[in-house]
């Protein structure tokens, strides 16, 4: 199937799955994962009116950012190490995956420099399970507390990587117990407003339980052919 017919379908499966949850569309980001995928497919998908991209390694930011000759909004999703941040922080709008008081630090440092505040995402390990970024839920609030402080950046929400799991509902535990956090989070006063989660395999489930950003890249750009 073409990029076009993979993209209306995962729409129509975002218009759906908001329609189960009773929620507005409007609410739901799709952000186009093209990792990987040389700046072509990346240009369609923009030219096809999706202008959110996201990315999990600096070096494909920084190589891919000067070549794609479109407007985007472009988000880190992967694990940043310190020494990457300089890669992606002049370039992306929204980094996913902070765990670190050194990483948030890192970030803070570099957008003063640049007179700029970065909008980032907690990352949150629900699941518990030991490959998966993140930091524990109970450790969170303390960790907002501490990031929070720090000029340059602005924490906007939480994202989390679920398992692959076989069995459905098992994701849908863990999409659930990020919203409770969620929710616990802006309920003791934070300012939360953007949940990241669910990828080609799970985003209507994570949909159904309230992301607001869901990340997509194989459902829509097929997986990539490494033998061309």
């Known amino acids: 199937m073409s990029i076009e017919k993979n993209l209306q379908e995962v729409q129509e499966k975002i218009r ?24 072509e497919p990346m240009r369609e998908m ?11 390694k600096a070096q494909e930011v920084r190589d891919k950012y000067p070549e794609l000759d ?24 929204m980094i996913h995956s902070v765990e670190s008081g050194s990483l948030a630090k890192e970030i803070s440092k570099r957008a003063i420099k640049l007179e700029k505040v970065m909008p980032v995402l907690v990352e949150v390990n629900i699941s518990g399970e030991e490959s998966k970024h993140g930091l524990k839920p109970e450790d969170v609030n303390d960790f907002l507390t501490e990031i929070e402080a720090l000029e340059g950046i602005r924490v906007r929400g939480l994202m989390t990587m679920a398992p692959n799991y076989d069995d459905n509902e098992k ?51 097929g997986k990539r052919d490494y033998t061309k």
Not at 16 to 25: I, K, T, Y
Not at 46 to 56: A, F, H, S, T, V
């Open 16 to 39: 759906q799955a908001a329609e189960r949850a009773g929620r507005d569309v409007s609410e739901i980001t799709l952000i186009g994962v093209t990792k990987t995928h040389p700046v």
């Open 171 to 221: 994701t849908r535990s863990v999409f659930k117990g990020l919203k409770t956090l969620f929710d616990e989070l802006n309920g003791m006063g934070r300012e939360l407003d953007v949940l990241s989660m669910g990828m080609s395999n799970d985003y209507t489930i994570a949909i159904e339980e309230g992301a607001t950003h869901v990340r997509v890249g194989n459902a829509i750009l």
């Open 70 to 93: 479109r407007e985007a909004n472009w988000h880190f999703i992967g694990n940043l190490q310190k020494n990457k941040v300089k890669y992606v922080i002049d370039k992306v709008g």
């Open 46 to 56: 923009i030219d096809l009116g999706i202008m959110d991209l996201g990315e999990n």
